[in-house]
């Protein structure tokens, strides 16, 4: 058994990875990729001390046509993911925006917040989830959940989505990297899903067919895709 779609705590995961990889050991898994939101520090030093085989991986934030789609970036190879970082640092920094617009959002709601605080519960990038830590430390919030449902979920008020860059420069940067460019979770987004692929397919390297959003049934019509056009069928767990 493999799982190509796992979160560390370099993003927005809950465990190290270090405590990954255990848990990866002690299930019997022979192959992994930690795959964080928009960051490879995480998975590059899994990859150091993994005694599994393990995939060098992130899973990019991107745009098409106006629809966030999330992009996995697989590196089976060495390599000094320059273009891949480029694309990153680029998100990283509109990020960052994002995050202290929220937070002022949520100051002018009456909240007591700031960026310093709220980056002490980040290992890596400053994330949603972080300030929801916040919030819930001071008392504000009673659950994570809460935080989303309320103050920081995309139709809350408060919260601000940070700029992308498009599905295919990133394609194209992780190409340049000697990368392989899944597509995550193909039925979470509001597209068509055969225009949607029909539109991509000649660029992408795989599908990530088997993810826990998907049905049985949808598995099987992403398989379908995936196979007639000769891409790489992955499934993650999408851990966090």
């Known amino acids: ?6 979160h560390s705590n370099y993003s927005d995961g809950t465990c190290s990875v270090e405590e990954i990889l255990e848990i990866a050991k002690s299930l019997g898994l022979k192959q992994i990729a930690i795959t964080d939101h928009n960051i490879l520090n995480g998975s590059i030093k899994a990859s ?3 005694d599994i ?3 060098i991986g992130s899973e990019l934030t ?8 999330h992009l996995l970036a697989y590196f089976p190879y060495p390599s000094d993911y320059k273009n891949t970082q480029f694309i990153i640092n680029s998100g990283q920094i509109n990020k960052k925006i994002a995050i202290m617009e929220t937070i002022e959002n949520l100051n002018a709601m009456g909240f007591d917040l700031d960026i310093l605080e709220v980056s002490k519960y980040a290992k890596g990038i400053v994330n949603r989830v972080h300030i929801c830590m916040a919030m819930k430390d001071k ?33 194209e940067a992780v190409h340049r990297d000697g990368g392989l460019a899944v597509v995550a979770h193909p ?3 509001d597209v ?4 949607f692929f029909n539109e991509i397919i000649g660029k992408i390297d795989g599908i990530e067919c088997f993810h826990p959003s998907a049905s049985s049934d949808q598995s099987k019509h992403l398989v379908d895709i995936a196979s007639k056009n000769n891409k790489t069928i992955t499934g993650g767990s999408d851990f966090h």
């Not at 058994?1 to 796992?6: E, G, R, T, V, Y």
């Not at 068509?192 to 225009?195: E, K, L, V």
Request: hydrophobic share 35%; aromatic share 16%; net charge negative.
């Open 48 to 50: 150091e001390i993994a």
């Open 192 to 195: 068509n899903i055969d225009q």
């Open 62 to 69: 991107v745009d098409y046509n106006g629809t966030e789609v």
């Open 139 to 171: 008392g504000y919030i009673s659950s994570i959940s809460e935080g989303f449902e309320k103050y920081v979920g995309d139709d809350c008020e408060a919260y601000v989505q940070s700029k992308r860059t498009s599905l295919f420069e990133a394609i």
């Open 53 to 55: 085989d393990f995939v």
């Open 1 to 6: 058994m493999i799982d190509l779609h796992i």
């Open 187 to 189: 039925y979470e987004y």
